[in-house]
């Protein structure tokens, strides 16, 4: 960053630092199979808060994944990110296990949705 004239460099843990972190954490959480999607979901019908935070861990790599699709229209990673989680955690709210679709192809339609939403309002906010 350049300031009157100044190099300084960026602060200590800064947001790479922080997005880089963020990245590897969830990057050590293992997938799923579909045994253990379905398992996960049954648990959770019955208000299990441990199988819907391991649900939700297992699937971060999506919203990424997804968020990195969305990357310059307006909104920064991190908030693309942020979007995403909330359409994941929707998702796991009300996936249905009995229709038999994966749960990463379910959850996708709610992550991109919350980022299509997020970027639609914050453009709205900007006019």
Request: no cysteine.
């Amino acid at each position: 960053m350049v300031t009157a004239g100044l190099r300084v460099a960026p602060p200590e843990g800064g947001v790479e630092d922080a997005v880089r972190l963020y990245l590897q954490n969830i990057g050590k959480v293992p997938l799923l199979t579909k045994g253990q999607e379905v398992s996960l979901a049954k648990r959770i019908e019955q208000n299990d808060m441990t199988a819907k935070n391991a649900l939700i861990e297992a699937n971060l790599r999506l919203v990424v994944s997804v968020a990195k699709r969305y990357q310059g229209r307006g909104l920064t990673l991190l908030d693309l990110v942020q979007e995403g989680n909330m359409g994941l955690i929707r998702a796991v709210e009300k996936f249905d296990w009995r229709r038999g679709f994966k749960f990463s192809t379910y959850a996708t339609w709610w992550i991109r949705q919350s980022m299509t939403r997020a970027l639609a309002d914050q453009s709205r906010t900007i006019r």
